[in-house]
């Protein structure tokens, strides 16, 4: 025995059936079990959604839902701010130990100190004024860019860091070549 199209019929309600139709459907749901469960389970699913209470938004969920929202997008630039601190940390410790190792290579101390304070000094003075850049600007943004400033400051920091190693070997390598002429 063929379902189609009563199968149609029953499920689909956009198309109201016409009374031949309808006197064909009921022709055969009275001779087809299947098609009588059917319809009988789509009539009790039809009076579920019907029952089923519409679901209003709580009083006051949107603005929860904004709060959560911000406060999670605070959680998560707080979270960036400490990764950055962390690279910041391990940038550093990097370069201590780059220091160290140049240090205890060239077995001249006195002169690699002098060399790290004065591009330590360097650098201390690129940072403060790149800090009273940031917080300038900072200051002037909506709370959302600062993250592209801590990318943009970063990388400078990269840059800088490089340059200060740079500036360092420099520093050292031509007071070594300089020492020697002396002797
Ligand atoms: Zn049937």
Redesign the pocket.
Known sequence: ?S?QP?EQWILDDSQPLSTEENSLLNN?IGQ?S??SQLQEQWNHVEEMLIQAPVKHAPEGFTARWQQTFLAKKATQQKLNGKRFIHFLIFGSFTSLLMYLSLSILSGSPARFIMSFLRSSSVLALRISKLNMLYHSIQSYLPPAIPIILLILLSCSLILMLSIWGITFWKYSIKGVILNEDYQ
């Open positions: 025995m379902h009563f055969h087809c299947d098609c």
